[in-house]
């Protein structure tokens, strides 16, 4: 009676809440990235991205006009006035002229300041700065204005992670020096990969077996191991720090598990088929390129997207073995790390940065996908 139909187990109702689980908690922070990535650092700062749509509170410092050029005979003294938004109008709830107390006053009220000073703010912005010619000179007097500021959306961090700088400090060189490096650490180990694969999986010749072991002992060594040694052997053969180094070195990490996957759905490939072009008079080359390729491209796809990711991702290699002194080669992870500082601030920089970064690897990723889990599944029935 439990598997009637039209009624799902307690099972599968648990599966696919927990699946559903995974999803929101990957998008959320994705979809925070992005709205945050419109935003302004004042914005980020004041208030979450989920209230990005909403009006928020936000502490600002503006400047009234310079005194020297604006000031005006008033009685006994000289007077200046203006509006400290110039751009659009806040809706300010306090004011102050300290950063020691920047909501000492409400909208409307005067500050006495030193020597006889007087400032007032009106909630439109308008002010009157009122002193002697003494008092009034020279830069035009801070106010810390705490203002309801309305949402707002720009294409300025855009802007400055795309077009900030030339030469090594632009985004768009960067994303160039990445391709550079991704696409041929992509395609050399598949290549290399490919033929080890078929040969593993249908040549007969001794030691086989122990070259399965090692690619499959190769998985568990961490890359970390490796960095130091394959960099002294590239500066000995002379290749030292440039894209063949990184090219090589992304081949040599993504290696093992580019064999290991593409022979574990080769063996399952029909034999008879691999059996029926040997009777014809195919040569093992004939088979591996006409019948063992097309039917692997499920295998091949897999390990695609996956190096393609790491590779694109990548900043650990690509310091060692890439980026000199010059940052004539810099790659997209290295540039972001130089926007955002040696201090880390500059969330917006961050978030629009990420987004620029995962562009491509998205493209690919949605491009590829529907071989994803087939080629992962190679070998796991027959």
């Avoid at 648990?14 to 929101?24: E, W």
């Avoid at 500021?149 to 030469?167: A, D, K, Q």
């Avoid at 500082?341 to 940065?353: P, Q, S």
């Avoid at 995962?358 to 529907?370: D, H, M, T």
Wanted: charged share 15%.
């Amino acid at each position: 009676m439990a598997s009637i139909a039209g009624k799902k187990s307690g099972l599968t109702w648990a599966v696919q809440l927990s699946v559903a689980a995974l999803v929101l908690l990957w998008l959320f922070p994705t979809v925070g990235l992005f709205v945050s990535s419109f935003r302004s650092a004042d914005q980020i700062s004041s208030s979450g991205w989920w209230a990005a749509l909403f009006p928020s509170e936000q502490s600002e410092v503006y400047r009234t006009a310079d005194p020297d050029d604006t000031r005006v005979p008033d009685g006994d003294g000289f007077v200046v006035t203006g509006n400290i938004f110039e751009d659009a109008p806040r809706d300010i709830l306090s004011w102050g002229v300290s950063s020691r107390d920047i909501a000492a006053f409400r909208p409307g009220e005067t500050a006495d300041m030193k020597d006889g000073e007087q400032l007032t703010l009106q909630p439109d912005g308008s002010y009157e700065w009122r002193g002697s010619a003494d008092q009034l000179k020279g830069r035009g007097q801070r106010i810390f204005v705490t203002a309801t500021v309305p949402p707002e959306f720009s294409l300025s961090n855009y802007e400055t992670i795309l077009f900030s700088g030339s030469g090594q400090d632009n985004m768009a060189k960067a994303f160039f020096n990445t391709l550079t490096v991704t696409i041929p650490a992509t395609i050399i180990p598949i290549v290399i990969a490919a033929f080890a694969a078929y040969a593993l999986a249908w040549m007969e010749f001794p030691g086989r077996a122990l070259l399965i072991a090692a690619v499959v002992a190769l998985l568990v060594v961490p890359l970390q191991l490796a960095l130091i040694p394959l960099l002294r052997l590239h500066l000995e053969i002379g290749i030292g720090k440039g894209y063949l180094g990184v090219w090589l070195a992304h081949t040599a990490f993504g290696m093992p598990l580019a064999v290991y996957l593409l022979r574990n759905y080769m063996v399952g490939l029909p034999r008879d088929i691999i059996e029926n072009a040997k009777v014809d008079g195919a040569t093992d080359f004939q088979i591996f390129t006409r019948i063992i390729l097309p039917l692997s491209f499920p295998a091949l796809a897999s390990f695609a997207i996956f190096q393609f990711l790491w590779t694109w991702n990548d900043l650990l290699v690509a310091k060692v073995f890439l980026i000199d002194s010059t940052g004539s080669t810099t790659v997209m992870t290295n540039q972001i790390v130089e926007l955002l500082g040696t201090r880390g601030g500059n969330w917006e920089i961050l978030a629009t940065a990420a987004f620029v970064s995962i562009a491509v690897p998205l493209l690919v990723f949605f491009s590829l996908q529907r071989f994803l889990v087939r080629g992962l599944l190679a070998g796991s029935v027959k």
